[in-house]
């Protein structure tokens, strides 16, 4: 046996985080993170279909695509573009998934420096997600739920963390292969 029992926290850092010292470059961040925020826009969809289509009966399958749409331009834009509202709600989806992946991927570093766990950022990031998000919509127009509700609250924060954790495991895998 060694006798030598005391390591140094920076000892221990080196050899348990060895990407946790170079911080990613730009390009490494936007590509990491639109990876992860359009995995998490798909998981996000699988969770809505799921739970908010098959479980809770709240909306038709096809509307899934097309209720960005009308959460941001109102309810009498979505139905009067037809179609249309199909695939500006799902540029809407993928857009603002991409841009929250390359923010996460743009703040983990420094989180991840100080020991944070990708996950752990996740489950706040998914708060912040919604409470913006669903701000801006508020602004933006008034076809929306009822945001004091309960239950759309605690549905609305499940849904984002189906969206930040996935996210946030991809970010941090791609860095830590970035670094090897």
Known sequence: MDG????????LSRTALPFAWTWPSRRAMIRAGAAGGLLGAVIIWIYEALIWVGAQHLMP???????????????AVQDSIGVWAYVVGTGIHFVFAIAWGVLFAAIWPYFRRRGIEATLLALFYA??????MHV?????SD??????DPAVIIGGFMSHIFFTVPLALTVKRRFEREAQ
């Not at 801006?136 to 933006?140: L, R, T, V």
């Not at 076809?143 to 004091?148: C, Q």
Request: cysteine-free.
């Open 127 to 132: 708060v912040l997600a919604w409470i913006v």
């Open 61 to 75: 399958l096809a509307g899934i695509p097309r209720n960005a749409t009308g959460l941001v331009f109102g309810k």
């Open 143 to 148: 076809n929306h739920p009822n945001y004091s």
């Open 4 to 11: 030598n029992l005391s390591t140094s926290r920076s000892d």
């Open 136 to 140: 801006a919509i508020m602004i933006a």
